[in-house]
């Protein structure tokens, strides 16, 4: 294998065998579909995960009193409000009412507000005639395009209108009038809302922060909104809301406590449920570290318990109708234990995801018991609803192109510039060594001194036109393996090179390219494919959003897959500078990483820089700083570390690392 004592007989074997120009991509593959299957990334994570439920469900089952129920929900809610960063400041609405339509028996006021200094909401507040003040229910639109004007949000608020409460529908980031990335036409960037939502979390959770951070606080303060109108009772506000109103309200109804009457549709499930079936969703629905902690979807229920709290769900919803009734199960407990069983409830109806013409009806009647105490029967009703047009709240159909108004990404860049500011003040006298073992514990990795040289199988060889190619495969002493690719000229220098790429092994071997160029110059060069690249990816991937269900189920139990290709890097370094070499005269290795596998490398090096002679990065960002800012952050969520600008930037890894060089 790599440096081989027996070079000269290596040159011998190759040029005895016929010559190939190239590798066909099966040629390199160094592991069977059994090996692949049992150290595929997501499927591990799958399993810890459910793992974690176990402990959780275990815990729960062992609540019997009240002082167990506190214990239990003052813990999941500091654990919470920790893990989505600080809200921002509640400053003043500074509301306006834009226009106002006039409608039988009620009235449409198109209005907007401040969510924070420069940054506002739209919204369509629907007040019944009835002399006030009168019951409210915020509804929280789910992914649509449209938003608040979507049909579904109109009937919410119309068949609330109807019973005599008033309602009003806001628009999230990334919808409606509030899209945070608009293209040259001044209309939305990407066809899917989903989208902009993941990319406002890459920056958010650099700065330790969440996409859920931003939504929540806007849900917030559309309570606050409602809670400033005169014609409102602020004791007896409800929220509601379909998918990812759903989550908005299961969140907002956790940890607000003038929400007096919930109604979350079509989300309420398990974890164990969402992570057997499809997995984890939207941005704003993975909250860091809340699988491995605990903090599951039966407890936005129990947060909040013992206030009137009803569950909409369909059969046919992906999000799983068994977790649903799980859910239920253990909320309906919880309020027995707290002596108000009859004050939560289920309604299931046959269906797709969505929010069916009962379940609106039963969600209508629970607002009505409990914030009109009535309990009269609601019945089915059609609602004819209003074209987007007529319910817009700007000219242009966009508050980005308001003079002034600042998008999350502008808000998340400040975040970040405060941040380098308290590292400046911090840090100013912190060692290398005291970065390092901040970085270990940040990224939860094992001291050096615990970790084992990994263990090589040779997979065979390929030959190429003067060189050839051996396939092996590291184990670690995890019982991790690594696919990996020895360049070897026919007699090659004693220094070596660890070539990474984000596209694995392969990356950059093609003929004529990188790696080519280097065995040409007489180098060794061993690529490999780090955890979910190459043969080890596990799920799809975008170029704009990565494989975002394997990096947001890493990211539910606290972990990333920087630090997972970190751990990767060092055992295939460490394989490369001491394969028959003693320990205490180890070959020299220089290291080359391209993309965003550079960021990975630069913790590699600032951790261990003893075993790199030289650092090369190749189109790798500079700065994190730089990104959090970025409206489009394409192909960095996979390489972002939760609330990492809090204590490091790329450049405080650079000042670690001698001989580093970049290019593009």
């Known amino acids: ?3 081989s004592l027996l070079a000269l007989t290596a040159l011998l074997c190759t040029l005895a065998l016929p010559l190939a120009a190239t590798a066909t991509a099966d040629e390199l593959q160094c592991l069977s579909p059994h090996e692949a299957a049992a150290v595929a990334l997501y499927p591990q994570l799958q399993q810890q995960a459910l793992l974690a439920c176990d402990r959780r469900d275990l815990a729960w089952a062992a609540l019997k009193t009240t002082d167990d129920v506190q214990q239990w929900v003052s813990s999941r809610r500091q654990f919470f409000l920790e893990q989505l960063g600080p809200l921002p400041a509640r400053t003043p609405l500074n509301a306006r009412t834009v226009r106002t339509i006039q409608a039988d028996g009620y009235k449409i006021e198109c209005v907007i507000f401040d969510s924070q200094p420069g940054h506002r909401i739209t919204a369509n507040l629907y007040l019944p005639a009835a002399a006030g003040p009168v019951p409210a229910v915020v509804v929280s639109s789910g992914h649509s395009r449209t938003a608040k004007t979507a049909d579904y949000n109109q009937r919410f608020a119309l068949q609330m209108v109807r019973l005599g409460m008033a309602a009003l529908c806001f628009d999230p980031i990334g919808q409606g009038e509030r899209s945070q990335v608009l293209n040259d036409q001044h209309g939305p960037e990407h066809e899917g809302t989903t989208t902009e939502h993941f990319l406002v979390g890459v920056g958010s959770i650099l700065v330790g922060r969440n996409t859920a951070t931003y939504r929540l606080h806007d849900a917030m303060r559309a309570v ?33 406590e003038r929400i007096a009457c919930a109604a979350p549709a079509c989300y309420i499930s398990t974890f164990r449920r969402l992570i057997e079936t ?21 407890d936005y229920l129990l947060l909040r318990a013992p206030k009137p709290t009803l569950i909409s769900s369909t059969t046919q919803d992906f999000f799983d109708i068994d977790g649903s009734w799980q859910a239920f199960r253990q909320a309906k407990r919880t ?56 319910l817009l709240c ?5 508050l980005l192109l308001l003079p002034g108004e600042k998008s999350v990404f502008d808000l998340n860049a400040a975040v970040a510039a405060e941040l ?33 040289p990994p263990v090589m199988e040779d997979r065979g060889r390929v030959i190429r036109t003067g060189y050839h190619i051996d396939r092996l495969v590291l184990k670690t002493d995890q019982g991790h393996l690594i696919p990996g690719l020895t360049w070897h000229p026919p007699v090659p220098s004693d220094e070596a090179y660890l070539y990474l790429h984000d596209a694995g092994k392969t990356g950059a071997g093609q003929p004529g390219g990188a790696i080519e160029k280097l065995v040409q110059a007489g180098f060794a060069v061993v690529s490999v494919d780090l955890r979910n690249q190459g043969e080890l990816q596990s799920g799809s991937a975008s170029p704009l959003l990565t494989d975002w269900k394997t990096f947001y189920l890493a990211y539910l139990l606290g972990d990333s897959l920087v630090a997972k290709r970190v751990e990767d890097v060092l055992n295939s370094a460490d394989f490369v500078a001491y394969y028959q070499k003693p320990r205490q005269q180890p070959r020299r290795v220089h290291l080359v990483a391209e993309g965003q596998s550079g960021i990975v490398a630069l913790h590699a090096a600032a951790l261990h820089p003893e075993l790199f002679a030289s650092v090369t990065l190749k189109q790798t960002p500079a700065l994190w700083t730089s990104i959090v800012g970025s409206s489009s952050p ?22 670690l690392v001698s001989g580093l060089k970049r290019s593009e």
């Open 1 to 3: 294998m790599l440096l």
């Open 224 to 256: 606050d909104y409602v809670c400033s109108r005169s014609e409102i009772d602020p004791q007896r506000i409800g929220f509601t809301g379909c998918s990812g109103g759903g989550t908005m309200t299961s969140y907002v109804m956790a940890l607000d």
């Open 278 to 298: 499809i997995g984890p969703q939207d941005a704003e629905q993975n909250v860091f570290g809340q699988v491995a902690f605990g903090l599951d979807h039966p």
């Open 335 to 390: 309020w027995g234990i707290l002596g108000y069983p009859e004050r939560v409830d289920l309604v299931e109806m046959a269906g797709t995801h969505g929010v069916q013409p009962q379940n609106l009806a039963t969600i209508g009647h629970w607002f009505q018991r409990w914030l009109l105490q009535s309990d009269k029967a609601v019945a089915i009703e059609t609602f004819a609803v209003r074209k987007e047009q007529e």
């Open 394 to 398: 700007t000219e242009q159909g966009h």
């Open 420 to 452: 380098a500011q308290q590292r400046q003040q911090k840090f100013a006298a912190r060692t290398a060594a005291q970065l390092q073992q901040t970085i270990r514990d940040v990224l939860k990795l094992r001291p050096s001194d615990q970790r084992q």
């Open 634 to 655: 394409a192909g960095q969520l996979d390489s972002t570390v939760h609330g990492v600008l809090r204590y490091w930037d790329l450049p405080d890894l650079e000042s």
